[in-house]
């Protein structure tokens, strides 16, 4: 890049190989001059957040559980946050109907935390639901396509359904770095036009080393490469979770595909999910129960969220352990509070 700037809406070499990558990998619909590379997806939300209110929207919905930071988030950004319960299809769409938000936040691929994969059904209902109330869909496709799971393959990208609807958003924090703060949008002309009218407020453009090496990473499928290694060990370690689950938990299952850097775990019926945790922390093992995860942190379902990024195999059956050791199985009869 020389001694110039950045370019505000990211750097062309960059744009063209995500538009490729992204149409060939997740199905995609965009043209490079429809990608815009941002710092991660924390300011994809930060700029979208800036653009709803000029377009009549002062509501986001989101899942309900999702990350509780996006939560956080979306409020202190200015906009209301509606909650939308999950099902193991995704995002209840009747109940978002019932609401009146205009504009959603859906992880599509793997809901995150619970993992599940919304439906082909509950698809063609968002895109309709978003049609119907002259809406928008943001898709949060934070683990990029990370799919492991020999039973299926993995979804593609909602925002090929409806691409003038869907402002499509991925990031390098999974299958790269969370510390190179590198994400990109897919959005349609009038949308992308008023988020990068918006940028020019916030910053001049993403640093332009690591959106060449990126670039450069993708076109000489380097990253295609990375990916097929991350899977097959991601793969692994999905594996040996699903082992020490049976072991340590026996009754619970693991939610979900083979997929991304984490799994929830859905606990056996009147498992005491807060003494779960306290006890795997007093024993060394930070994990948390799905009830971090609600909007109004009370759930009727015990669950564990498990971060599986940095163990190894055998931290694994370690964690597990420790996690189980405060475990018994509830009898029967012991219902939901
Ligand atoms: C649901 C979800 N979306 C997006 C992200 C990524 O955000 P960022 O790109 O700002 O690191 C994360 C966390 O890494 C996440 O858990």
């Given amino acids: 890049p020389g ?30 001059s429809g990608v815009l590379v941002v710092g991660g997806f924390a300011q994809a939300l930060t700029l979208l957040c800036a653009v709803l209110p000029a377009l009549g929207i002062t509501e986001l919905a989101v899942e309900d559980p999702c990350h509780p930071g996006q939560r956080r988030f979306v409020r202190d950004n200015g906009v209301r946050v509606v909650p939308v319960p999950v099902d193991d299809e995704g995002i209840d769409v009747d109940a978002l109907g019932a609401t009146s938000a205009r504009a959603v936040l859906v992880t599509p691929a793997h809901q995150f935390p619970t993992g599940s994969v919304l439906s082909a059904g509950r698809r063609d209902a968002l895109v309709r639901w978003a049609r119907s109330v002259d809406g928008w869909i943001v898709e949060d496709d934070y683990d990029g396509g990370l799919w492991y799971d020999g039973r299926s393959p993995g979804p593609l ?38 988020l990068l009218h918006v940028r020019a407020r916030h910053d001049l453009g993403t640093e332009a080393f690591t959106q060449l090496a990126l670039a450069e990473l993708l076109r000489s499928g380097l990253f295609d490469r990375h990916l097929r290694r991350l899977s097959q060990r991601c793969a692994v370690r999905r594996r040996a979770l699903e082992e020490a689950v049976r072991i340590h938990l026996p009754g619970a299952t693991v939610r979900g595909p083979a997929a991304g850097l984490h ?51 055998t931290g694994i059956a370690e964690a597990f352990h420790a996690i189980g050791a405060g475990f018994s199985r509830p009898g029967p009869g ?3 509070r």
């Fill in 157 to 194: 990208a909602l925002q090929r359904l409806a691409p003038e609807r869907v402002v499509y958003a991925g990031t390098a924090s999974k299958v790269l770095d969370p510390g190179l703060r590198l994400g990109w949008l897919a959005a349609p002309d009038e949308l992308l036009h008023r």
């Fill in 334 to 336: 012991s219902g939901r």
């Fill in 3 to 32: 001694t110039t700037r950045p370019h505000l809406a990211g750097e062309p070499e960059l744009r063209g190989e995500l538009a490729r990558h992204l149409g060939r990998l997740r199905g995609v619909s965009a043209t490079p």
């Fill in 263 to 313: 799994a929830s775990v859905r606990l056996p019926e009147g498992t005491d999910e807060a003494a779960l945790v306290a006890g795997a922390l007093r024993r060394g093992v930070l994990v948390r129960g799905g009830t971090a995860f609600g909007a109004a942190r009370t759930r009727a379902e015990p669950a564990l969220v498990v971060g599986h990024a940095h163990l190894p195999r």
